[in-house]
């Protein structure tokens, strides 16, 4: 609504732009983004999703509407928008603490201590990349930033890392700016947090760990890069809390989950890279935004027919409210994650299946019946009226939804089979899995390929020594 509105005044057409009670502080940090710092908005008193029919119109005409006919008869006064420092400036100097009292105030950090960064630190980390420092790898929404090569230094001397992950944090940020991806969506109410997917020899070349814990911090590579992104996300996207990062509850930054290639080229199966669009031995990240999801462990059996009535039970729990992604503006977006402990995938693999045939399994089994699909989109998430039958019949979603008029028939949770998306990692002989429900088109997953200085090997045998 607000970009829209952004339109509008910059040819100098009034708006107005309905904004609930909740997010008025959003709506006001976004103006900044924009580049209008008061772009006229009109509040909607609490929130609608929990409001009667007469409490919305009563709201609506005592309050709502007065601000709009102001906003569209009266010229909004002029903003103030604070400027900010330059690149390169010394915006603090003193002792670690010093520095780290000003980095929290001044909400440069993610609250916990920053490694300061220092022009010699910046300096080694862009010594692992033949890119200028000021290229421009796109422009970050909300905020509308630049993002460099030397802002993606500076937060990396912050989050811990070294100067040789530096090709992979670069990476990263190319993923970020893919429209694809949908930065700009990265502070919605569900609070969605973006998992990074590393392959390639890279894991083992910096040390990433991929076997027992793989998700869990406490190794430098996983944890680093991990927190990189969200500092990222806050210094230069510009999600902060109780402004543009609008997280009911919220997840932490994940530590980097690297996958397991010894064991997926022992089965036979692709790795995660393939999947992207990219060569098995690539070196690359994958990111996408997960909403939730969890770990079912002891998943048992001796054959791929014992053990995955639990895992599509897992894969049902933990997606619900996520199925509106398969309608309308979602336009079938929704990208399930599972990621086997590697004794899972052996076992599977040992029966003779792919991955192709694990995925196409899942979408057969892992469905609906007609009626609940329905219901989670009507009655629970208050999108109204809804039919999947009519849906079909304009041709919107596939004929899958609707094969009968059975409300009891069983409708799959994603368009295809190769909506979903399969890592191997973790403890090698743990009969676990761990299930990410996907946000969709607000965090869709994209791939980069790694690109490495032509001396990498040489700097690496270096960064190794000290």
């Known amino acids: 609504m607000l970009r829209a509105s952004a339109v509008c005044e910059g040819l100098e057409v009034p708006s107005a732009s309905l904004v609930c009670e909740g997010f008025l502080g959003q709506a006001a940090a976004t103006s900044v983004g924009l580049g209008l710092p008061n772009i006229p908005v009109a509040l909607v008193p609490g929130h ?3 409001q009667s029919k007469e409490e919305v119109r009563r709201n609506i005409l005592d309050v709502t509407v007065d601000r709009v006919i102001e906003n569209l008869t009266r010229m909004p006064a002029a903003g103030n928008q604070k400027a900010e420092a330059g690149k390169r400036d010394i915006i603090v100097k003193g002792g670690f603490s010093e520095v780290n009292r000003y980095f929290y105030e001044h909400e440069l950090s993610d609250g916990l201590p920053i490694v300061p960064p220092t022009r010699e630190k910046v300096e080694a980390f862009l010594r692992h990349t033949e890119r200028d420092p000021e290229e421009s790898l796109g422009i970050l929404l909300p905020d509308s930033r630049v993002a460099t090569i030397w802002s993606i230094a500076v937060n990396a001397v912050m989050a811990g890392c070294r100067p040789e992950y ?26 969605g947090e973006t998992l990074i997917i590393l392959n390639g020899p890279v894991i083992k070349q910096l040390g990433f760990n991929y076997t027992q814990g793989a998700l869990r911090d406490g190794f430098m590579p996983n944890t680093s890069v991990g927190r990189f992104w969200r500092l990222y996300l806050r210094n230069v996207a510009g999600f902060l809390l109780h402004k543009n990062d609008k ?9 980097v989950l690297a996958e397991n290639e010894d064991v997926v080229k022992k089965i ?11 060569s098995a031995g690539d070196n690359t990240v994958t990111i996408a935004r997960y909403t939730g999801g969890g770990t079912f462990s002891s998943v048992s059996g001796s054959t791929p027919e014992e053990m995955l009535p639990y895992v599509v039970d897992s894969v049902l729990s933990c997606h619900t409210w996520q199925m509106h992604f398969n309608l309308g503006e979602g336009n079938g977006t929704l990208r399930p994650l599972l990621v086997l402990s590697p004794i899972i995938a052996e076992t599977i693999a040992k029966a003779g299946w792919s991955k192709a045939d694990l995925k196409r ?68 002989l743990r009969n676990n899995i761990y299930v990410f429900s996907h946000n969709a088109f607000m965090g869709y ?20 020594n000290k």
Not at 268 to 278: L, Q
Not at 362 to 381: N, S
Not at 392 to 421: C, Q, T, Y
């Open 48 to 50: 609608i999703g929990i």
């Open 166 to 191: 530096m090709p992979v944090l670069i990476a990263l940020v190319e993923a970020m700016c893919d429209p694809e991806y949908g930065v700009e969506h990265s502070g919605n109410t569900p609070g």
């Open 247 to 255: 997280a009911t509850f919220g997840n932490t930054w994940r530590v």
């Open 268 to 278: 036979g199966w692709e790795p995660n890279s393939v999947e992207m669009g990219y």
């Open 361 to 428: 399994h899942l979408y057969e089994h892992a469905r609906l019946p007609a009626w609940q699909f329905e219901r989670y989109l009507r009655d629970w998430i208050a999108w109204g009226t809804w039919s999947l039958e009519e849906e079909v019949r304009l041709g919107r979603i596939p004929k899958a939804f609707h094969e009968s008029d059975d409300p009891n028939r069983m409708v799959p949770i994603v368009w295809k089979p190769e909506d979903f998306m399969i890592a191997v990692s973790g403890d090698p």
């Open 445 to 464: 997953p994209v791939g980069k390929k790694i690109r490495f200085k032509s001396d990498w090997e040489q700097l690496l045998t270096g960064t190794k």
